[in-house]
C-alpha cells in the first residue's frame, strides 16, 4: 500500500470527481492520502473531505504564496489542528518565486506555523521555492526539528537534502522524478536514507509520466514510487513498505485509520 503525502483533492477540478477519484486509488492500492490545506477560507470544505472519506486526511495551514487571505495565529492553527482528522500544519515555507522581493510577511508566516506545529505536536508540510538557504534558517531559528516534517515536492540539491534531514526533517518526492531532465530530483531520490523519504502527487498538479500535463490524482503517487524503485534497483514494494511506514511514523494522528 501506498500514501499520497500531499495532494490537493479539495479544488474544483478534483472534487468534482471524488468518487473516481477514491475508486482510482483503491485499485491502485493507494491506501490513504493528504488534502493540503492552503487558506484558511478554504479548509471547511477540505475538513468535510476528510470527514467523510476514511481515506483522506486533512491539514491545516496558509500557503506562502497566497495574499489577501486571512492570515493566522498560533492560536487559530493550533485550534483547528486539534480535529482528529488534522494530522498536520501546512503547506507552509517560502516562495521566492512569486514573491522575488522575498518579503517579510512570509516568514512571519512561516515562524506562525512552526510555533503552531510545536504547539500542537503535528508536523510541518514544507513548502519551498527559490528561497532555501532563508527556509533552512528558520526552521533553524524556531526549532522546527523538535516537531519534525516534510520538506514537499523536493526539487533541490543533494547538500540541500542532507541539511534538511540534519534537521531531522523528511523528503517527499513528487512526479517531478519521472520527467527525463530532472536529474537533481533523480539524484535525491537514489540518495535520501529510505527511512526519511516520502512520496506524493501535488494532485492536481505536476502529473508523473506517461500521464505529464494531464490532470493528477493520488492514485498515480504509484508512478512516483516505481521510478523511485527503478533508481534505487530495489522492488516498488519495497519503495511502497518505507513510504507509508515514514508516513504513519511521522504523522502519528493518521495510524488510527491502519
Ligand atoms: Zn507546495
Ligand atoms: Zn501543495
Known sequence: MLVDSHCHLDLPELAGNLNQILDSMQLADVGCAVCIGVTLEDFP????????????????GVH???????????????????????????????????????PEWQRDRFRTHIRAARAAGKPLVVHNRDATADTLRVLKEEDAGEVGGVLHC????????????????????????????????????????????????????????PFRGKLNQPAYVRKVAEEIARLREVSCEEIARATTDNFFRLFQAAQTVN
Open 64 to 102: 506562502p504564496e497566497n495574499t489577501g487571505v486571512q492570515e493566522p495565529t498560533v492560536d487559530d492553527l493550533v485550534t483547528l489542528a486539534g480535529h482528529p482528522r488534522v494530522i498536520g500544519i501546512g503547506e507552509t515555507g517560502l516562495d521566492y518565486y512569486w514573491h522575488k522581493d522575498a
Open 45 to 60: 470544505r477540505l475538513l468535510s473531505i476528510a470527514e467523510t472519506c476514511p481515506r483522506v486526511f486533512a491539514t491545516v
Open 154 to 209: 523536493f526539487t533541490e540539491t543533494w547538500e540541500v537534502a542532507q541539511a534538511a534531514l540534519d534537521l531531522g526533517f523528511h523528503i517527499s518526492i513528487s512526479g517531478i522524478v519521472t520527467f527525463k531532465n530532472a536529474q537533481l530530483v533523480k539524484d535525491v531520490a537514489r540518495r535520501v536514507p529510505l527511512d526519511r523519504l516520502l512520496v506524493e502527487t501535488d494532485a492536481p498538479y505536476l502529473a508523473p509520466v
